[in-house]
Each structure stands twice: as C-alpha cells, then as structure tokens.
C-alpha cells in the first residue's frame, strides 16, 4: 500500500461545475496535510493546509479531512479553465520533523 | 530573495560525469529541502536541512548523492558518476522553520543525462 495514494485522473469537469479531488493516506498518526497545485512544466505550489478533522475553505477552495478513516478531499467550486492543473496531496507523516510524503497527483481538466 | 532560487534551469551531462545543482531558499528560511520529481510522479524527499545540518537524508538514493549547506544557506546538491536513471526535475523547497506548515518550491532544475 502507498503511503498517500490518488487517482492519477485525468478528472474532467465542465467549466462551472464542483470538482472533488480526494486522497487517503496509510499513517494514521498522521496531524498536517496539504494540497499543491501544479501546472505543466511548473513546480508544486502550496493551495490549502488543514490539520483538524472537518472543512476548511479558502475562497473557491475546500479542504476536507476525516482523520478516521485517513481521507482528505480538496473541493473547487465554479472550476475554471485555469483550474486545470495537476494537484498533489501531502502528508506530514508521524515521526517526522518536515518531511513531507506526496501521492502521485490527480489531472483535472476543466472543460468549456 | 524574494521566491527559491534553483540553477541551472536545465542540465544535460553525460553518463558518468559529475554535477551541482544550487538552491538558494527565501531569506531568513531555516529549513530547506531537497525532492526529486519524475514524470507523472509526486515528488520524492531526498534531504531535508535544518541550518546547516541534514536533519533527515533518509531520502538519498545511493552514496552518489551528497548535499551541504555549508552556512545554513544556500544549498548544493551533488550527484557522482550519473547515472541515465537520475534524470528528473530536481526541486529545492524552504520553510521559514522545519514544523511542516508546507513549504514554497524553487522552479527546478531539470536533469538530464545522455
């Protein structure tokens, strides 16, 4: 089992609609979690950070998280063309000081 | 300076041969990082600095890698006898100290070897 697994997509959205990116993880000690965004050929940019269980919003962004049973989602609403980008989830796995553990990134193409 | 700085850009070198990759973190940034991106990958943790020792080189493949961090700066990570297998885009991040709070990534150096 990876440590932080997603679906690789791509997912596809129409412009306007919801799109949900989710990612769970094998530590369940786990605390800090977060979401990247990255655009072809570009490095990771950090979008969102959530370490309490529940909702956590941030404009079009939400960040979802349920410690039991080791989900975090990421929530874009009214997605744009501009969304379209690959976004990682990170985890910040118990025992370490800073390193982060990354899945492998879900695609998401937003359709006009 | 204002965002992490990585050069070169783009390093092709042949089999064998020895390179340097410079990273140089947002200023006043205690922890830097070092990761290691394949295609359609996430990426991977190679070394993690905070000032100017390695706190964590779990993530070094093979004792052809090597990092320093000689004055809790700037950062050169150094790989021997290259190998095809290297190839990747090799990405510096720096956190303003190590307590996972997400960190902010250089641009990249992507390497190449033939």
């Known amino acids: 089992q990876k440590e932080v697994e997603q679906n690789s997509g791509p997912l596809s959205v129409p412009e306007g609609a919801i799109a949900s990116l989710n990612c769970t993880y094998s530590?369940?000690?786990?605390?800090?979690f977060f979401w990247y965004r990255q655009y072809s050929g570009k490095s990771p940019e950090l979008i969102m950070s959530?370490?309490?269980?529940g909702d956590k919003e941030d404009g079009r962004f939400t960040a979802q998280l349920n410690k039991a049973s080791q989900y975090v989602s990421l929530l874009i609403r009214d997605s744009q063309p501009s969304d379209s980008a690959t976004y990682l989830c990170?985890?910040?796995?118990?025992?370490?000081?800073?390193?982060?553990?990354f899945g492998t990134g879900t695609r998401l193409q937003v359709t006009l | 300076g204002a965002g992490v700085s990585q050069t070169p850009s783009n390093k092709v070198t042949e089999k064998g041969k020895y390179v340097e990759l410079r990273c140089d973190p947002i200023?006043?940034?205690?922890?830097l990082y070092w990761y290691r991106q394949s295609l359609g990958q996430g990426p991977e943790f190679l070394i993690y600095?905070?000032?100017?020792?390695?706190?964590?080189d779990s993530g070094l493949p093979n004792d052809r890698f090597f990092a320093v961090r000689p004055e809790g700066s700037v950062s050169t990570l150094k790989i021997q006898r290259t190998e095809r297998g290297d190839s990747a885009v090799y990405l510096c991040?720096?956190?303003?100290?190590?307590?996972?709070?997400?960190?902010?990534f250089g641009s990249g150096t992507r390497l190449t070897v033939v």
């Open positions: 959530i370490y309490s269980n």
């Open positions: 530590d369940r000690g786990s605390q800090s």
């Open positions: 600095f905070q000032g100017t020792g390695a706190a964590d």
């Open positions: 991040a720096s956190s303003p100290a190590g307590t996972g709070y997400g960190y902010t």
């Open positions: 200023s006043g940034h205690t922890a």
């Open positions: 990170a985890v910040l796995m118990s025992g370490t000081a800073s390193k982060l553990t």
